[in-house]
Nanobody, 124 residues
Framework: QVQLVESGGGLVQAGGSLRLSCAAS????????KAWFRQAPGKEREFVAG????????YYADFVKDRFTISRDNAKNTVYLQMNSLKPEDTAVYYC?????????????????WGQGTQVTVSS
């Protein structure tokens, strides 16, 4: 089993920044792909960004390119999401997810482990 705990969410004004963290414990492996998803009220959960086990490959949803950066520190079993130039439409619960394989799929069903989520609210 893998446990994921997100932190770093909060309330920020439009144009501001936040950095989310996701700490993993349990049967963690540096080769695990990690990803961030988000779910806004009344909407389905959607892929935001993913990073391969070694951190050499990343993939972003079009709506966050050039604003968000995903990174990981395998020594700390932690993955990060740096969010800059935040917009009100970025308001959502952000979830960390992990899978035991190397690729970075965008479908949530491809990820076996999930955190509880952290709320991000961007005011206009």
């Amino acid at each position: 089993q893998v446990q994921l705990v997100e932190s770093g969410g909060g309330l920020v004004q439009a144009g501001g920044s936040l950095r989310l963290s996701c700490a993993a414990s349990g049967r963690t492996f540096s080769s695990n792909t990690k990803a961030w998803f988000r779910q806004a009220p009344g909407k389905e959960r959607e892929f935001v960004a993913g990073i391969s086990g070694g951190g050499t490959s990343t993939y972003y949803a079009d709506f966050v390119k050039d604003r968000f950066t995903i990174s990981r520190d395998n020594a700390k079993n932690t993955v990060y999401l740096q969010m800059n130039s935040l917009k009100p439409e970025d308001t959502a619960v952000y979830y960390c997810a992990s899978r035991l394989y190397l690729s970075i799929p965008t479908g949530e069903r491809e990820y076996a482990y999930w955190g509880q989520g952290t709320q991000v609210t961007v005011s206009s």
